[in-house]
DNA sequence: CACGATTTGATTGCGTGCAATGCTTCTTCC
DNA sequence: GGAAGAAGCATTGCACGCAATCAAATCGTG
């Protein structure tokens, strides 16, 4: 059993692997990461957000989201602003380029489903389910 | 359909994510981290190995094998040597501390198994059938 | 109002991942 | 045997991911 438990660790990690590879050749004309790409998606269907509201959104702590949303702002993609209300919160808005890249990555979403063999059926929403399960889980043993 | 497949890849971010940081604390009273495990889980099993060849059981590159081989071989856990048949190849091989380690980290895989919430009934053959899959399939979409 | 605790981001340091490049060493082909 | 090509690692540069720490702003309480 140890050897299989071993093995779902890994099968994890290497299908995450393969999967940001995909995105990078597929978002590599814009000089986008994946990370960058889901940050923008996240202020597309959610509208502007604070960086622990975009934290929140992608698991991630500002250790991270600092840098990338600075690159980000570098780039002309997003645009950060000191909240009037509250000078502690940083408000994230998508800029006219952001919001344009909408329309030109709209084939992405349609890309990956075709090179995971996503099709949608039952069994993809039970691959979903479980994988939200076991991110639960996980936390859920952290603490 | 497309929010579907965004969530479907970052379902896989976060869970191998929340996986990492499981095997952080862990490992982390023996100063080890995920990948580094990774490698002496690969010589416990299959013995020394060039580095190619833990390349191609962990789906990595020299490039980021070399520098983790390195701190691991400063770290005293593993030995590195040119092959005397062919200088190119690398063999390493684990130390006697490298190897005492597989006893004290025997607790690991179970303690993994129980954060997953992982049994070992079908749905868990399913899903790492799945992942093995859907891993083949990135990888097979980029060729 | 003042002061300590809390919240929110930013910064620093380190370890991956990975593309690109370089350096030996081996193999092949003549 | 000698040169061209390939193979195997190492190095460099950049972008995460995350723990730890810091700084600024706000809140709560007396």
Known sequence: MAVTDEMLCF????????????YRS???????????YL?????WVEGPQTVSGLGE????????????L???????LVQRARSTADARIVEVAPTERGIALRGELAHVPAAIAGAMGVVGDRDDERLL?????????????RA
């Open 39 to 43: 940050v923008l998606v996240t202020l």
């Open 11 to 22: 099968a994890l990690y290497a299908a995450t692997r393969a999967t940001t590879q995909t």
């Open 129 to 141: 389910a479980r994988l939200h399960d076991l991110t639960a889980s996980m936390h859920a043993a």
């Open 70 to 76: 600075k690159r980000m702002e570098e780039d002309g």
């Open 26 to 36: 597929l978002l590599e004309p814009w000089g986008l990461t994946y990370p960058q």
């Open 57 to 68: 959104r992608m698991q991630l702590d500002s250790g991270t989201l600092s840098p990338l």
